[in-house]
């Protein structure tokens, strides 16, 4: 089955290839608890290093450097952990810091033009979080192969639309479908493509789930469970973006 999220793609070849050329015996697979564990320390970590960003670097100083930096690092380190398929946690703690970074600053501007407006979007989140994973164990929502290419397809066409909208506002046209100023005008467009992205981001933790639980099944050593545990932080992130992005929509 394809995956939506493109951190979990490969963890069925992954199981099949330490199956058939290196074995796992039952002391070394990974199991639910272990990606749970690793999940939690991560979310922990970039918690910590958001509220340290938050509150030390200076908004108008470093607001500029810090997200342009801190968010090209943490696309290529994430790409870097995704292609290889990385389980070393100091490389994924890594990408836990910068995203800590980034999430620190940028949501204090947003908290600053709308109080309380991050509290709103972390509980959002996460109430997104374990309702579809209520909904994945309740089996209400399965992790099918239609679903696979339905949320894959939105993510790509997501992406696709708001590359576009970007480089059209960088050369003086207009913010259609994202709107990047934090006070800026915002017309139904927006509206629409925030609640896709939000839809599409909860759907894709039905497939991560089932990604995580395949492994434990098919015998994923315990190592790659620094693995899934970057995807669903990746996928959480994501959601607390879209969110917080979609209530800054509905303040204005």
Do not use: K
Request: aromatic content about 12%; glycine content about 10%.
């Amino acid at each position: 089955m394809a995956q939506a999220n493109p951190v979990l793609t490969r963890l069925d070849d992954t199981a099949r290839v330490q199956r058939q050329v290196l074995g796992t015996g039952p002391a070394e697979a990974m199991t639910v608890d272990d990606v749970v564990l690793r999940t939690v320390l991560l979310l922990l970590l970039t918690g910590v290093v958001g509220a340290f960003s938050w509150l030390f670097v200076p908004q108008q100083a470093w607001i500029g450097g810090s997200l342009f930096g801190a968010g090209l690092a943490a696309v290529l380190l994430a790409l870097l952990i995704s292609i290889r398929g990385a389980t070393n946690p100091v490389v994924i703690a890594v990408y836990a810091v910068l995203q800590g970074v980034l999430l620190g600053v940028t949501s204090r501007a947003f908290e600053l033009v709308y109080p309380g407006i991050v509290i709103q979007a972390v509980t959002g989140t996460f109430a997104v979080f374990f309702g579809m994973a209520v909904l994945y164990r309740a089996r209400v929502i399965r992790a099918t192969p239609r679903l696979a290419r339905f949320v894959a397809g939105t993510l790509i066409g997501l992406l696709v639309l708001g590359a576009a909208n970007l480089l059209a506002h960088l050369f003086g046209g207009p913010q259609l479908l994202e709107v990047y100023s934090l006070t800026g005008r915002v017309g139904w467009l927006p509206y629409v493509f925030s609640g896709v992205a939000v839809m599409a981001g909860a759907l894709t933790f039905i497939l991560d789930f089932d990604a995580v639980e395949r492994g434990v099944a098919e015998g994923l050593p315990r190592r790659y469970a620094w693995y899934c545990a970057f995807g669903i932080l990746v996928g959480l992130i994501y959601l607390y973006w879209q969110i917080l992005r979609l209530l800054s929509y509905l303040r204005r």
